[in-house]
C-alpha cells in the first residue's frame, strides 16, 4: 500500500516532467546568424511576392523604422562600432551637405562654391539586415526565429549609375544582450 501511494505521489510530477521535456522541444540551430534581405524586387520577371514586400507594406515598414529611429523612441547603434547614434546624428547621416567649388560658365570663369543637399529616400532603402537566433523542433521540423536585430541598408552608385554595393544605416537590437554580446565576442578575436 505504501509503494501504491507513493506512485501516485511521485506520477504528477513525472508526468508534468515528461509533458514540459516535450514541450520544450525546439533546439537551438544557431544563437546568431546575419542575412540579408532584398525588400523590392531586383527582377521584373518575377512573382510579386519573391524577394519583395509589397510596395504599401515595405513604405509603411521603413517609414516606421526611420520614424521610430528619428524620434528616438528606439536606439540605434552604428553598424560597424556598435556605437549609440543620437537622433541629431542620424539626421546627418541621412542628409548629406557637401560644398563643392564649380567654375563659372561666364568669364572670368572664377570658381565659385555651389551646396548640394543628398537627402536619403524611403525608396532608397532596398534592403534589410537581420540577426536572428533559430530554433527547430527535432519531431516537427518546425522552425521558429527570433529576431534579435535589423539593419537597413541603402544601394550605392557609382558614377555610371551602376550599383556596387549596400552601404548599412543602422542597427536596431530587440535582445538586451546585444550589442553587448558583439563587442565581447569580437574583442575574445
Not at 553587448?180 to 578575436?189: G, H, I, R, W
Request: glycine share 2%; net charge neutral; with cysteine.
Amino acid at each position: 500500500m505504501n509503494k501504491k501511494f507513493f506512485f501516485f505521489l511521485l506520477a504528477p510530477a513525472f508526468i508534468a516532467f515528461a509533458c514540459a521535456k516535450s514541450n520544450n522541444a525546439d533546439k537551438n540551430i544557431t544563437k546568431r546568424i546575419q542575412y540579408d534581405v532584398v525588400i523590392e524586387k531586383p527582377q521584373q520577371d518575377y512573382d510579386w511576392w519573391v524577394q519583395n514586400i509589397d510596395g504599401q507594406m515595405r513604405e509603411l515598414t521603413l517609414k516606421n523604422i526611420m520614424q521610430q529611429a528619428l524620434d528616438g523612441n528606439v536606439k540605434i547603434y552604428d553598424f560597424f562600432s556598435y556605437k549609440p547614434i543620437k537622433p541629431a546624428d542620424l539626421k546627418k547621416i541621412i542628409r548629406e551637405v557637401d560644398t563643392i567649388s564649380v567654375e563659372s560658365p561666364e568669364p572670368p570663369h572664377n570658381l565659385v562654391d555651389s551646396v548640394m543637399v543628398k537627402e536619403l529616400k524611403i525608396s532608397d532603402i532596398k534592403k534589410l539586415r537581420f540577426l536572428e537566433e533559430w530554433y527547430m523542433n527535432e519531431k516537427t521540423l518546425v522552425f521558429t526565429k527570433k529576431v534579435l536585430a535589423i539593419c537597413p541598408m541603402v544601394e550605392k552608385h557609382d558614377e555610371k549609375v551602376e550599383i556596387f554595393g549596400y552601404q548599412p544605416l543602422f542597427w536596431v537590437f530587440f535582445d538586451k544582450k546585444y550589442p553587448k554580446e558583439f563587442t565581447m565576442s569580437e574583442s575574445l578575436n
